[in-house]
């Protein structure tokens, strides 16, 4: 039986900015406040997330210049972490670097082959301010340095070069949502 709420249930559903929004190539500001305003931006956070069909989500993908981002992930062997991290800071990030299918909200239904190390380490605070320390590997790791990416102004289109940048650019212009150049 739970004793807590299910993340995102008082949430509302929030647009996700899309590719191209000048707010997603914009460092985001860390957060001062630790009080009801940012505990509706992780609900909301939440809800946009699971609404999306996403494993993670960054404030800045709803328009939002914070440095907060939820995740709702599996690592390679099917264990879910589920959680949020105020002002998150990627203090590892090592091991064995994987190219792999990556995807985001963003740039909804494309995705890449992207390197990214197989072992990631994020710290910062939950809403209270006290201090969380997230450690992944597999998927989990790619979505942790996939956020902390978001919240320093870059997409995972970013890590691309060549033939692999040409061709997201090419799918993300014909997509059917709206798309801006970066």
């Given at each position: ?26 460092p985001c500001q860390p957060v001062t406040a630790f009080d009801g305003a940012l505990a509706e931006l992780v609900e ?79 710290e910062g605070t939950d809403l209270t301010g006290a201090p969380v320390r997230v450690a992944g590997t597999g998927f ?43």
């Amino acid at each position: 039986m739970r004793n807590r709420p299910i993340p995102g249930s008082s949430g509302r559903v929030r647009a996700v900015r899309r590719f191209g929004d000048p707010v997603l190539h914009t460092p985001c500001q860390p957060v001062t406040a630790f009080d009801g305003a940012l505990a509706e931006l992780v609900e909301d956070l939440f809800a946009t997330m699971y609404a999306a069909d996403g494993v993670g989500l960054a404030a800045n993908q709803i328009g939002v210049d914070a440095r907060v981002f939820v995740y709702d992930c599996p690592d390679d062997e099917e264990v879910r972490h589920l959680g949020h991290v105020v002002n998150p800071r990627l203090v590892e990030a090592d091991g064995v670097t994987v190219r792999g299918p990556e995807g985001c909200l963003s740039l909804a239904g494309l995705e890449a082959g992207t390197e990214r190390y197989d072992h990631a380490v994020v710290e910062g605070t939950d809403l209270t301010g006290a201090p969380v320390r997230v450690a992944g590997t597999g998927f989990f790791a790619r979505c942790l340095q996939h956020e902390c990416d978001h919240l320093d102004g870059t997409v995972y289109a970013d890590h691309l070069t060549g033939l692999r940048r040409t061709r997201l650019l090419r799918r993300a212009r014909r997509a059917p949502w709206e798309w801006r150049p970066a």
